[in-house]
């Protein structure tokens, strides 16, 4: 009987041993599971549009709710125009090492002005999905791509710099797509990118590649939609919606994860298109904004833009919430990020914000300075910071939520997983940089961020402008002749910082370095 009674005590331990294995095991495993993805960039969304950040005539119901339950980084930036700024928050790295200065067709001046900007991103700078691809992630890109040329084989065999800027076909000559769609140029696509699908990304920054263009009547927002690289289905309507239902199609394809949802929207972009005539209408007759300047225009033709770019603000807030919905309803919310931003500043045609100096295409915060939130729920700390991020901190973001550490490649950016819990030291008093060899809205230069100060140098001449951020957020007033020690040291910085990674000027620059 006792030896029975020793055998049952040894069975009830070996059994209590292997239920706490296997319970340790699930835990080990779950505590493990590689996030889901879900990176939102919505083209042309201005820092004020949402209401999150203050707007009060255009209506984000959605959007703030999650922003609410996210960490808000008020200081988010990027380049001023889309090219640059998809470029280093696909690769990781600062505009002089891809030679993607701005959209080359915005380009102003001759080859002594500018280092004419690349189109087409070679394979030999690395973007996020290719990593996080080997580390097991099921990718799929949505919407506006444009990190290609349109044509990338003619591009990349000129020898750089170029003498003259690249060029793109009109709206409605489709003679490039038989060529885009092989494998000699398909490697430069999302499917030759670490992406398991693509769904609209060409080389066009916008969707109106129709004949006509802007001046369209669907303007690539309404189906049946002219863009090669979208299956048509019968259930097409609005451009915006349509990327949202594939994007929740991936998901539900993948749902045992982890996988990353590459959402461009090509909203905001024009051309301007308002959603339905009934929205159209509630913000034509909606009271505008006196703080931000949305909504409000004696011209006619400048507030029917306001209004129907209002509709469209509003269609990607509807989307946003179908998004989330889809996770509450999967179980999925809880192992899920979102990052949600923009790639550049408002466009001076259809918003505005008085708040600021500058729009889309200015180096000024009004052109830079952009919306950006993340939600990861129990992992963030809910919270406004005012620690200054950008474009470029996206990508070593990613490889630190995936939790890959062996990307040896080039980062110019610092993961902004260090601000889930609270805002960190090392990232606060890091300095900012851009560096503008090309021309659109004014002349090329390099810019440094640190503090609360914001220098530029504008490489023709040399000329210096300084800015306090915090007292002076309309940059109304150059203290680059008053505040001469932190002009000098700032500057020295910036030079330290060309000098150091033999950051090119463009010819007609005076400077020596």
């Known amino acids: 009987m006792i030896k029975n009674l020793r055998n049952i005590s040894l069975c009830i331990v070996l059994i209590?041993?292997?239920?706490?294995?296997?319970?340790?095991?699930?835990?080990?495993?779950?505590?493990?599971?590689?996030?889901?993805?879900?990176?939102?960039?919505?083209?042309?969304?201005?820092?004020?549009?949402?209401?999150?950040?203050?707007?009060?005539?255009?209506?984000?119901?959605?959007?703030?709710?999650?922003?609410?339950?996210?960490?808000?980084?008020?200081?988010?930036?990027?380049?001023?125009?889309?090219?640059?700024?998809?470029?280093?928050?696909?690769?990781?790295k600062q505009s002089f090492r891809t030679g993607v200065y701005t959209v080359p067709v915005l380009?102003?001046?001759?080859d002594q002005e500018n280092i004419f900007s690349r189109w087409t991103v070679g394979k030999e700078h690395p973007i996020y999905a290719e990593p996080l691809a080997e580390a097991g992630y099921k990718s799929i890109h949505l919407g506006k791509w444009h990190i290609v040329g349109p044509y990338p084989k003619k591009e990349l065999a000129k020898e750089y710099p170029l003498k003259e800027k690249l060029n793109?076909?009109?709206?409605?000559?489709?003679?490039?797509?038989?060529?885009?769609?092989?494998?000699?140029?398909?490697?430069?696509?999302?499917?030759?990118?670490?992406?398991?699908?693509?769904?609209?990304?060409?080389?066009?920054?916008?969707?109106?590649?129709?004949?006509?263009?802007?001046?369209?009547?669907?303007?690539?927002?309404?189906?049946?939609?002219?863009?090669?690289?979208?299956?048509?289905?019968?259930?097409d309507n609005w451009l915006t919606d349509r990327l949202t239902d594939d994007a929740i199609a991936f998901m539900d394809a993948h749902k045992e994860g982890p996988f990353l949802i590459n959402l461009n929207y090509y909203a905001v972009h024009r051309p301007i298109r308002y959603r339905s005539k009934e929205l159209y209408q509630k913000y034509f007759d909606k009271?505008?904004?006196?703080?931000?300047?949305?909504?409000?225009?004696?011209?006619?033709?400048?507030?029917?833009?306001?209004?129907?770019?209002?509709?469209?603000?509003?269609?990607?807030?509807?989307?946003?919430?179908r998004i989330v919905d889809y996770l509450d309803a999967n179980n999925l919310r809880e192992n899920t990020v979102i990052i949600f931003t923009s790639d550049n500043g408002f466009h001076s045609m259809a918003s505005a914000n008085d708040l600021m100096c500058g729009a889309k295409g200015f180096i000024y915060e009004g052109g830079i300075k952009v919306p950006m939130f993340i939600n990861?729920?129990?992992?963030?700390?809910?919270?406004?910071?005012?620690?200054?991020?950008?474009?470029?901190?996206?990508f070593?973001?990613?490889?630190?939520?995936?939790?890959?550490?062996?990307?040896?490649?080039?980062?110019?950016?610092?993961?902004?997983?260090?601000?889930?819990?609270?805002?960190?030291?090392?990232?606060?008093?890091?300095?900012?940089?851009?560096?503008?060899?090309?021309?659109?809205?004014?002349?090329?230069?390099?810019?440094?961020?640190?503090?609360?100060?914001?220098?530029?140098?504008?490489?023709?001449?040399?000329?210096?402008?300084?800015?306090?951020?915090?007292?002076?957020?309309?940059?109304?007033?150059?203290?680059?002749?008053?505040?001469l020690k932190t002009t000098q040291n700032l500057l020295g910085e910036l030079v330290s910082w060309r000098k150091a990674n033999k950051v090119p000027l463009p010819p007609n620059s005076v400077l020596p370095f």
């Open 16 to 92: 209590t041993f292997f239920v706490a294995c296997n319970s340790l095991k699930k835990e080990t495993s779950k505590e493990s599971k590689k996030p889901n993805i879900i990176f939102v960039l919505v083209d042309d969304l201005g820092y004020a549009d949402v209401g999150f950040n203050g707007s009060t005539y255009f209506e984000t119901p959605n959007i703030d709710a999650l922003a609410n339950e996210s960490l808000v980084l008020d200081n988010a930036y990027m380049y001023p125009t889309c090219s640059p700024s998809r470029t280093a928050i696909f690769t990781g």
């Open 107 to 110: 380009e102003k001046g001759d």
């Open 168 to 235: 793109q076909p009109d709206p409605g000559d489709y003679s490039w797509v038989a060529t885009h769609k092989t494998p000699g140029i398909q490697q430069y696509y999302p499917e030759g990118r670490g992406f398991l699908k693509n769904v609209g990304g060409t080389f066009r920054g916008d969707p109106a590649l129709e004949a006509g263009g802007y001046k369209s009547v669907a303007g690539g927002y309404w189906a049946p939609f002219s863009n090669p690289f979208i299956e048509k289905k019968p259930t």
């Open 287 to 321: 009271p505008g904004d006196s703080i931000t300047g949305q909504g409000l225009h004696t011209k006619k033709k400048k507030h029917e833009y306001f209004a129907s770019y209002a509709t469209m603000v509003e269609s990607v807030d509807d989307n946003i919430k």
């Open 376 to 394: 990861y729920p129990n992992k963030v700390s809910p919270r406004r910071s005012d620690v200054a991020v950008s474009g470029l901190d996206v």
């Open 396 to 483: 070593p973001t990613l490889m630190n939520l995936a939790n890959i550490h062996d990307f040896n490649g080039t980062l110019d950016g610092n993961s902004m997983t260090d601000l889930f819990a609270k805002d960190d030291k090392k990232l606060s008093e890091r300095p900012l940089f851009w560096h503008l060899a090309s021309r659109y809205k004014h002349g090329t230069c390099s810019v440094i961020r640190k503090g609360d100060y914001k220098l530029i140098q504008f490489l023709a001449d040399g000329k210096l402008e300084l800015y306090n951020l915090v007292d002076d957020p309309k940059e109304s007033k150059d203290l680059s002749n008053i505040e």
